[in-house]
């Protein structure tokens, strides 16, 4: 009998994962085409994986915790040399690590055993695995999402053949496109020349597109006309995107639907994006670019010379908005006016470059339901509570409620 799956929150990652972790585990990240807790499913061969998350995500994101469980970690992707050490995990309390690093343990629950990312109380075994895609900051999202879309689309196509590619379109490299049943592509240059391009299940290429590998347009998403692509750029399900995108990973439903530049970035579930947004993702000096830490509640250099706009769910910003490099904007907010907003954006928040309020709790509700219904989604009582948890967690963030009081 095979044991449970769990993928857990490593301490240290949930926080520099901050916003995106807010609102789900680590394991049900975005990089490359698929999510990590898919990836995970497609390696083991397993329909559905559970988490050891946060208390208030567990509702929405369970787990069977019982019997014998392997206890996975959410912010490593699989490979081939990874699933082979984890079915070797024959022995209860034995742990897969790498560097001091916990990948993986065997316990048995129905024997008291108990999860603990304390190495010192496993038997250890070091993995052999030399290259691991993990995610330990949040812009490792679109950092590594050249590398991980390239192992995805070869999983996903691996002995599969594509759907032809509609005539009237000008494609480089054609060997190197996978098109899903469903998906249609008018009149629009492909060059996978640079890298693979995936088109998923009834995806939608508008006439005038230009993409550049590496690229995946996931299952039920959109490009808008004329929207111009350069990789490594992932457009998440149901989302609609256009103008010009670089770098960049969208997660699910979100629009970015006009023209406006947004690079080297990771949008979130349930954004939308007004029409001639821009984000910045060099600093006119050239200096590496600094990012707002969650986990040090202060601005932390990143290494990186190109880095763009981190924002959360649920964010939304008007027309014409302007976002300085490397600005991270938290759950919730909403974000709309004339000038350049501050680089850290706590969620919940409402205004833009001449202040903030806070956006309270009720009237967010209200768009969060109006959104989710136009694409026949339900905002949950679930939804609702992680929310509330979200505001409460956030709410020393808002700088302007202390201040009022």
């Known amino acids: 009998m095979r044991p449970n799956y769990l993928l857990f929150d490593p301490i240290l990652q949930r926080q520099n994962l901050l916003p995106f972790t807010f609102t789900r585990p680590v394991g049900n990240l975005r ?3 698929l999510t990590i807790n898919e990836k995970w499913q497609n390696y083991l061969g397993i329909y559905q994986i559970g988490y050891e998350t946060q208390a208030y995500l567990s509702v929405k994101f369970p787990a069977i915790k019982e019997g014998l469980c392997v206890f996975i970690n959410g912010s490593i992707c699989p490979n081939a040399t990874l699933i082979s050490e984890i079915n070797g995990l024959n022995q209860v309390k034995t742990a897969l690590v790498k560097n001091g690093q916990l990948l993986a343990v065997c316990l048995n629950l129905n024997e008291g055993q108990t999860f603990s990312e304390d190495i010192s109380i496993y038997k250890t075994i070091e993995s052999k695995s030399e290259e691991l895609i993990q995610l ?13 879309l390239k192992q995805d689309f070869s999983d996903l196509t691996k002995g599969r053949k594509s759907q032809p590619i509609p005539e009237g ?19 629009s240059i ?8 995936y088109i998923g299940k009834n995806a939608e290429v508008m006439e005038g597109c230009k993409i550049r590998g590496p690229f995946a347009l996931c299952e039920d998403a959109g490009l808008k006309m004329d929207a111009k692509i350069y990789g490594a750029t992932t457009v998440g399900p149901h989302c609609k995107v256009g103008g010009e995108v670089n770098n960049s990973v969208f997660y699910a439903y979100s629009n970015k639907g006009h023209d406006g530049f947004v690079g ?44 763009g706009l981190m924002m959360a769910d649920h964010s939304k910003c008007g027309i014409n908005t302007m976002f300085n490099t490397g600005t ?18 706590p969620s919940f928040s ?35 509570a992680i929310m509330v948890e979200v505001f409460e967690q956030s709410k020393k963030f808002r700088f302007w409620e202390s201040q009022n009081n």
């Not at 949040?138 to 991980?148: L, P, Q, R, V």
């Not at 990771?266 to 994006?273: D, F």
């Not at 993702?281 to 830490?293: G, H, I, P």
């Not at 470059?353 to 905002?379: D, H, P, S, W």
């Open 169 to 187: 379109n000008q494609v480089l490299n054609p060997e190197n496109i996978f098109i899903e049943e469903g998906a249609t592509i008018h009149f």
């Open 136 to 148: 330990n900051f949040c812009y490792d999202i679109f950092s590594k999402n050249e590398e991980a």
């Open 264 to 307: 080297n970035a990771v949008i979130g579930e349930w954004v939308n994006i007004g029409a001639d947004t821009n984000n910045s993702n060099l600093k006119n000096t050239y200096d590496e670019v600094k990012l707002w830490s969650y986990r040090t509640e202060r601005f932390e250099k990143t290494g990186l010379t190109f880095c």
């Open 328 to 345: 991270v904007v938290g759950v919730g907010a909403n974000i709309f006016g004339a000038g350049f907003p501050r680089n850290f954006i």
């Open 190 to 197: 492909l060059n996978a020349s640079t890298g693979p391009i």
């Open 31 to 33: 990089v490359g085409i």
């Open 350 to 384: 409402w205004g833009g470059a001449q202040g903030f309020e806070t956006y309270v709790l009720n009237k967010f509700y209200k768009m969060a339901i109006a959104m989710c219904k136009r694409r026949n989604i339900e905002f949950t009582e679930v939804d609702h």
